[in-house]
């Protein structure tokens, strides 16, 4: 019976082990020889055409000696992996990070300082702000803008041409067309004229910025959450008049898949990224974008702006050399190409050169808004706050006052 | 007569071979266990986030970490909470498996073999697959269970089944139980063929009822491996993670922190590494704590 209980030990140590001590295996890349720089991206540059490529050839064809060696991570654990590297101070040499997760690291001093390189980079004058500011802690830079994705309304223009309905230019106009939707089509208890689940963080912070409110600001060096300020209530009341009035969605859901349920024929609007065109077969052509209007007609209501930065690691023994490579990655042939297959490049500047359906989320990217730069901001997104607070929202469980003054006061103890 | 028994009184006369032929396994087992448990014990001892990890050393803080756990009214409430759901998950498993068992060796062989064939299938499927699956027939917009509500002539909006997380720990948890099945149904049906059949025919002429059968003849036969079965899954329910984690998008709510996936959550979605390891400790010893019980009634048994 020894080896039973030393067995039943044994699987019980591996179990906890594995949710505590894998960083202290070492996942990590071989360590850079001196001529070598390893980088490590995420698959969505596969997307973008041949400008991983092109950037690699005309780094080697400068650089004939240092070999590039590319590895693709996973979203789900990069981080861990990167962790591990650390610990090891060897690893990867150019690292990409979703930019809600950089600060972080840059506040710990994991990554090189790159300020000094700064105009060296392209478009470095009119790199996105959110981008910008999310490489960026206590005024110096540690992560360059690589690229960016936003969110628009994604509409069925069929349905729009039924009803006589023409692109909104307001959040009045926005509301009448999702009501007069609702009306010619809405009598089953599964159309959406607007998907909006209820835990959407991001559509309903649109909302919020657009009110002029914000999720936290800091005061005096501390930060505090502000969901609870006039501005931002009048934001979440909009949310939930959305929520109540225009939608069938999930109101205890997550955005994740929503593309699928646009895809089912029962959505006229939903809040997407620009990819998620992609992935509608059913509905074949019949989708386009508009940005989220404001409640100021003519404006477009701020989008989130999600994306990529890539830094490199303090330990990596020759930051400059991997910054150079960074350089060649996101100057302007490469962002050209990036911008080419629909996705956001770096800077303003290139904005336009995103044409067809997918031109006004890119319109959209130009007035965005990012989450606060605190360096626990992560603890709020772990603690799912915001949505829990939205499904407080949407399924009546709280009153907005009451939910917005719950979240806000959690927010404040988290962030600082 | 029951397992592993016979050699006990061999052993007792001091042999050193029976050590020597261990100890390889011994030393494997002291070089992949025995090293990251002493770093999973030093580090519960630390205080080690991103900023320690730079710096290349943890800060020392004796048992801050324990304090702060065990001081933490939300780190109860999870241990609570991960003890009722393993506790369900264990008895329903080992329930309905010892039943689809007992039934098995009563069936027709043709039937039994199609069962023996589906619990295969079950088992083969990777735990990934058959969680997204479960979590389809679950979903809000698609959900063939809401559908099949519908179809039987009830009024069914689209429906949340993890708003009530009584009902989605129901939902988990029988997807848990359902993977454990083929296992549980297997060990003990192959248990049952064991019974030797003179013995209950000797009983039967004794003049035993099938009761007295049971009782006396196929339960003590049984039950070693019972109680081996119900320690493994208790080990195996009390540190589910995936399931959780797959069915809520990997976003899990705070009401369905289990210890598995606070330890986690601790660890890496907040690089609380020193954390994370002294929740692991104390999973380990909670777990220990659960499964003592059995472990020690195995040994009894393997004394006698």
Known sequence: ?416 | MSLGVVGQSVARKTNIWPYLLIAPSFVALGLILGFPVYKLITLSFERYGLTEIIAGAGVFVGLGNYREILWDPQFWLILRRTIFFTAGMVSVSILVGGLLAHLMIKMHPVIRRILNAILILVWAMPQLVSISVWRWMFSFDFSIVTATINSLGFEMDNHNYFVNTFSGFMIIGGCVAWGALPFISISIYAALTQVPKDLIEAAEIDGANSRQVFRNITFPILLPVYIILISLSIIWDFQVFSHIWIFLESRPSADYYTMAIYAFQKSFGLSEYGKGAAISLVMILALVGVTGYYLRQMMRMGDE
């Open chain 1, 1 to 416: 019976m020894g080896t039973f209980r030393a067995k039943s030990i044994a699987a019980i140590s591996v179990a906890a082990l594995a949710g505590a001590v894998a960083f202290t295996g070492s996942n990590a890349a071989q360590a850079a020889a001196p001529q070598s720089i390893t980088v490590w991206l995420m698959p969505d540059a596969k997307d973008f055409g041949s400008a991983l490529a092109d950037a690699n050839a005309a780094f080697s064809a400068a650089y004939p000696r240092t070999k590039v060696i590319v590895e693709f991570q996973t979203w789900a654990d990069h981080l861990k992996k990167l962790d591990a590297a650390l610990v090891a101070k060897k690893g990867p040499d150019v690292v990409e990070f979703g930019n809600t997760e950089v600060m972080k690291y840059s506040a710990a001093g994991a990554l090189a300082n790159l300020s000094s390189y700064k105009t060296s980079f392209g478009n470095s004058s009119t790199w996105l702000k959110a981008l910008e500011d999310a490489g960026s802690y206590e005024g110096k830079l540690y992560a360059i803008p690589y690229y960016a994705g936003a969110r628009a309304v994604m509409y069925r223009p069929s349905l729009f041409k039924a009803q006589g309905i023409s692109v909104p230019k307001s959040y009045a106009d926005f509301l009448a067309a999702g009501k007069k939707l609702m009306t010619a089509y809405g009598s089953a208890n599964d159309f959406s004229a607007v998907h909006l689940p209820g835990k959407y963080w991001y559509a309903a912070m649109s909302f919020v910025y657009d009110e002029g409110g914000a999720i936290a600001t800091k005061s005096g060096g501390k930060w505090v959450g502000s969901l609870d300020s006039d501005a931002a209530i009048r934001g979440l009341n909009r949310f939930k008049e959305v929520s109540d009035t225009l939608s069938n969605a999930d109101k205890s859901g997550t955005e994740a898949g929503q593309w699928e349920v646009f895809n089912g024929g029962k959505v006229a609007m939903s809040y997407s990224n620009g990819w998620e065109s992609c992935c509608i077969p059913k509905i074949g052509t019949d989708w386009a974008f508009f940005p989220m209007p404001s409640v100021k007609a003519g404006k477009a209501s701020p989008a989130f702006l999600g994306g990529s930065n890539l830094a490199v690691p303090s330990y990596a023994p020759n930051a400059k050399l991997a910054a150079t490579w960074i350089r060649y990655f996101t100057n302007s042939t490469q962002m050209k190409t990036i911008a080419q297959s629909g996705a956001i490049p770096n800077n303003t500047k290139m904005l336009g050169l995103i044409s067809g359906a997918a031109a006004p989320v890119a319109a959209a990217a130009k007035n965005s808004w990012f989450v606060p730069g605190a360096v626990k901001w992560v603890d709020v997104e772990n603690a799912n706050t915001l949505q829990t607070m939205l499904s407080d929202i949407a399924t009546g469980k709280k009153t907005v006052a009451k939910a917005a003054a719950d979240a806000s006061a959690e927010i404040t103890k988290l962030l600082n």
